[in-house]
């Protein structure tokens, strides 16, 4: 079994700035593509950012240029950084992770989620 855990978000004012981490555990094989999911109260989950095992990126496009993706494969942590919150930036954020178990079984796993609210 695997899990993920989340942390960083919290209350920022426009403008400010966040990193979120998510970092996954257990019967890992390896991690494939790793990425970031938000969703705010109303609308439909959506993906803000995704990186493969290589480091190749690419975000939702209202996010390009504020936010940027990277990951630690030594410590199975993938990391969010968001620079220039905006309010419409509020939501809970998921972290998402591709995973080939060591029993060579492979799946997504998700977060619980960590909620980012950016608000004057």
């Known amino acids: 079994q695997v899990q993920l855990a989340e942390s960083g978000g919290g209350l920022v004012q426009p403008g400010g700035s966040l990193r979120l981490s998510c970092v996954a555990s257990g019967s890992i094989g390896r991690i494939n593509a790793m990425s970031w999911y938000r969703q705010a109260p109303g609308n439909e989950r959506e993906l803000v950012a995704i990186i493969t095992s290589g480091g190749s990126a690419n975000y939702l496009d209202s996010v390009k240029g504020r936010f940027a993706i990277s990951r630690d494969n030594a410590k199975n942590t993938v990391y969010l950084q968001m620079n220039g919150l905006k309010p419409e930036d509020t939501g809970l954020y998921y972290c998402?992770?591709?995973?080939?178990?060591?029993?060579?079984?492979?799946?997504?796993?998700w977060g619980q989620g960590t909620q980012v609210t950016v608000s004057s």
């Open positions: 998402n992770a591709d995973v080939t178990t060591i029993s060579v079984f492979r799946k997504a796993y």
